[in-house]
């Protein structure tokens, strides 16, 4: 049986709006970023879910809360961001994720980790959520390994078809397991 996942990003953070890349740091919504969830649960409520996965970071967390408050909440440490290592919080253009594909990052993961991660956690939704519709709030690089794992991409067309290097946000991607 399919199993509908909706996958969200967090709301704005001071690092984004800095050109920082937050990777395990906790990192609060700005203003804007809770605006911005707030719109997007008003955007998204005629949708059902019957439950919403955040990563166990505030961000993530903070988000899924003022977008979706009225929906039973889990973190799953699955979801998180790229550990970036010795980059977490540093310049984004440090973070070069074709170079981290298969070698982790200095200290961090590579991008193949977070793939092992989100393959045991779409095992974990089989199991227990077939048949349901899922919300997931969550980071860039769990859903780049989403697109990989559900679209049949490598990791290098996920990078490149990413629609942060076009900015053409929406209020949630589909995928289906």
């Known amino acids: 049986m399919e199993t509908k996942i909706i996958y969200f990003v967090h709301g704005t953070t001071s690092d984004n709006i800095e050109g920082k890349c937050s990777g395990w740091n906790q990192v609060e919504l700005t203003d804007l970023g809770k605006e911005r969830a707030i719109k997007l649960g008003q955007i998204r409520k005629d949708t059902h879910f019957d439950v919403i996965f955040t990563s166990d970071l505030i961000r993530a967390i903070d988000s899924a809360n003022l977008a979706f408050p009225n929906v039973n909440h889990i973190q ?3 979801l998180r961001e790229c550990n970036y290592g010795d980059l977490d919080g540093k310049d984004k253009k440090l973070v070069v994720y074709e170079d981290h594909i298969d070698i982790p990052f200095p200290n961090g993961e590579s991008l193949k980790d977070v793939e092992k991660r989100i393959i045991n956690f779409i ?3 089989k199991e227990n959520y077939s048949g349901k519709t899922i919300g997931i709030v969550a980071h860039r690089a769990p ?3 989403f697109e990989v794992l559900t679209k049949n991409l ?13 900015k053409s946000w929406q209020p949630g991607w589909e995928y289906i397991i």
Do not use: P
Request: aromatic share 14%; charged share 35%; net charge neutral.
């Open 76 to 78: 799953d440490k699955r």
């Open 123 to 125: 095992e974990f939704i």
């Open 143 to 145: 859903q780049l390994a």
């Open 154 to 166: 490598t990791w290098n067309e996920a990078i490149k078809n990413d629609w942060r290097n076009t």
